[in-house]
């Protein structure tokens, strides 16, 4: 009698579990479809169709598309660049991020104060002010940076800052009885920090700093303000204002940001769901 309770028991939960699952596939289903109906829509929205319905004439846009041909090889060039921006500033982000973070855990007065003034001030002024800081303003003091170098400056501060709260959250998540066992075990407060403490301290960070990178890919199109970073904005710009096609120029550059966005999006999903096996 027991063990056929208990089969029954086990067939019940088999069913809910497969119901569940044909309920997330529908779902999915669906919002594939919508997705494919609202892309078929904003295809439709720049065919450049015309209807005309008694006196009401309704067109939609009209792109060149010759134009379109002809530069999107010119602008797709600048994706190097924009991912070369976004690599660098993110691993310059992490970095400082890390340190400010230990710096707001720190109970040693300086080593606090300097961590909360440079995400103070990072955090008061714009991520725009900041590249031209570092591309205009320091040469009155005799430094010379390249667009490059000042982008990846201006964007690894500006996120680091943002970061270090991310980071200051990861540390002290982890539990003081741990740091108290790795101690016992005979480690020492570095060793404790490599081989305790930051690889927890990373795992939750990682999700929140896949977000950042996305963001930072898209704000990485700030740099092309100097005139001298050849990276996707600054290509679509160049092309659109010299043929007058500013609205093809900028919808190419729109769809190349957006692929990499969807892209850097499902490679986020995969990692955090590998992360979320050690939750099970």
Not at 33 to 45: E, G, K, M, P, Q
Not at 255 to 265: D, E, Q, R, S, V
């Given at each position: 009698m027991a063990l056929t309770e208990k089969h029954e028991s086990t067939s019940h939960a088999e069913q809910l579990y497969q119901a569940q699952l044909r309920r997330d596939r529908i779902f999915r289903a669906n919002v594939g479809?919508?997705?494919?109906?609202?892309?078929?829509?904003?295809?439709?929205?720049f065919s450049g169709q015309k209807f005309e319905l008694g006196d009401f004439t309704f067109k939609t846009i009209s792109l060149n598309t010759s134009f379109i041909v002809k530069n999107l090889w010119f602008i797709a060039q600048g994706l190097g660049q924009t991912l070369l921006i976004s690599s660098l500033s993110i691993l310059f982000a992490m970095t400082l991020a890390l340190f400010a973070a230990l710096g707001r855990l720190s109970a040693f007065p300086p080593f606090y104060a300097v961590s909360t003034f440079y995400v103070s001030l990072i955090r008061g002024t714009p991520l725009y002010l900041q590249i031209f800081f570092f591309f205009l303003a320091l040469p009155q003091l005799g430094i010379v940076l390249s667009g490059l170098v000042s982008g990846v400056l201006a964007l690894g501060l500006n996120y680091g800052a943002y970061m270090s709260e991310t980071f200051r959250a990861g540390l002290s998540s982890v539990g003081k009885g741990q740091r108290e066992a790795a101690m016992a075990l005979g480690m020492t407060p570095g060793q404790t920090m490599r081989r305790v403490v930051l690889p927890q301290a990373l795992r939750f960070a990682i999700p929140p700093m896949g977000n950042d990178f996305i963001s930072m890919t898209k704000d990485s199109a700030l740099v092309s303000a100097t005139g001298f970073v050849h990276e996707l904005m600054w290509r679509a710009v160049k092309v659109g204002r010299a043929q007058f096609n500013n609205l093809e120029a900028l919808i190419i550059a729109a769809?190349?940001?957006?692929?990499?966005?969807?892209?850097?999006?499902?490679?986020?999903?995969k990692i955090e769901t590998h992360l979320a096996k050690g939750d099970r």
């Open positions: 479809v919508s997705w494919a109906v609202l892309f078929l829509i904003l295809i439709f929205l769809i190349f940001y957006w692929m990499m966005t969807l892209i850097l999006t499902y490679i986020q999903g």
